[in-house]
């Protein structure tokens, strides 16, 4: 058998090729793309399913112990009522919203959007400090302490899920969050040199700005991926180096990306 590493243009008569040769089949890339989209959409669709079926598991636990200040539809919270006139720590069901809020059950809610396992494993360590719930409240309400039980059933669900989203993020290599500031480095590293902050290679520059990229003749908001900045980057003819290729991960990003900004438009 022929060694693996053998030189693949052997026997082709000669050694010279063009970098053009290197440009993927555009229909080809785009089926591609298609189908790792579709998986990841489907994985993400798992993860989702899987998360809010086994919280049933701690339900009636996180009720009773941290919906009072994590759940935006508990209106009125149990220890409220008690502290109606001057109420020292009504407040603390308002912040309790903001950090964390169960009442979609998965994803878990946030202000400022931290990551799913940011959250989880914030929930993990709360629980295993015994910091959660805050003391000012369970020193009225004893019996809402966290316990053995409690403890074991919350790590029950958090742990496999953070497993599980570790691992599709490592595969995906992209947190389900954070798209914006993913894709500004992308184009950072992949486009600006050529097309931004003064460049304007083929006339086309300024792409550090969003909203005129948008507007632009290169992206098309009707038919996100449609647009010339994803049709060139999946065939591979942009940037020009293919050792700049944009990597799968980056494309399924700019994918993402896009048709949220299209979503967006739309709504507004
Ligand atoms: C009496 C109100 C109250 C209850 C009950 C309560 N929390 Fe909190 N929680 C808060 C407040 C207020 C904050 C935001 C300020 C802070 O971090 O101390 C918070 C923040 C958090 C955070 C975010 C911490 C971070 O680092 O961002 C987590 C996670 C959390 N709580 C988990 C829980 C869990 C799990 C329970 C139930 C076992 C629970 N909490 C019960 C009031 C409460
Ligand atoms: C090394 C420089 C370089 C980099 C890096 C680069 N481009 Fe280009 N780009 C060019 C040049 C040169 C042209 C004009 C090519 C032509 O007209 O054939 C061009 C043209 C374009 C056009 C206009 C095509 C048209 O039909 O007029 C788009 C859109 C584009 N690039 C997108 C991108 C995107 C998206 C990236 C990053 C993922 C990128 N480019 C990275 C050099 C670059």
Redesign the pocket.
């Known amino acids: 058998m022929m060694a693996s590493c053998s030189n693949p243009f052997q026997g082709q008569g000669s050694l010279h090729f063009k970098v053009k040769d290197f440009k993927q089949d555009p229909l080809v890339e785009e089926e591609r793309l298609r189908a790792l989209r579709l998986e990841k959409e489907l994985a993400w669709k798992t993860i989702v399913v899987e998360a809010v079926d086994s919280f049933s598991e701690i339900e009636s636990t ?1 009720q009773k ?2 919906f ?3 759940d935006a539809k508990t209106k009125t919270p149990i ?1 409220g009522r008690v502290f109606t006139r001057v109420n020292p ?1 009504y407040h ?2 308002q ?2 919203i903001k ?2 809020d169960f009442s979609q059950k998965f994803p878990l809610i946030a202000k400022g959007n931290p990551s799913q396992i940011a ?1 989880l494993k ?2 993990r360590n ?2 295993l400090d015994r910091t ?3 003391k ?2 369970t020193s009225v309400y004893r019996k ?1 302490k ?1 316990n053995q039980t409690d403890e074991e059933k ?1 790590l029950a669900w958090t742990d496999p899920l953070i497993e599980k989203l570790e691992e599709f993020e490592k595969r995906f290599d992209v947190s389900q969050l954070d798209v914006n500031s993913q894709m500004t480095k992308v184009f950072e590293q992949k486009c600006f040199r050529c097309h931004a902050n003064g460049n304007d290679r083929g006339n086309f520059g300024e792409m550090q700005d969003v909203k005129k990229l948008v507007k632009g003749k290169f992206v098309n908001m009707q038919n996100p991926l449609d647009s010339a900045i994803y049709k060139l980057s999946v065939s591979k003819k942009m940037p020009p180096n293919p050792r700049d290729a944009l990597e799968d991960q980056e494309l399924l990003l700019l994918g993402e990306w896009l048709e949220r900004l299209s979503l967006e438009n739309r709504n507004n």
Do not use: F, N, S
């Open positions: 996180v112990k941290c009072a200040c994590h220890y720590i603390h069901q912040d309790g950090a964390l959250l914030a929930i709360e629980v959660m719930p805050i000012a409240y809402r966290i919350i």
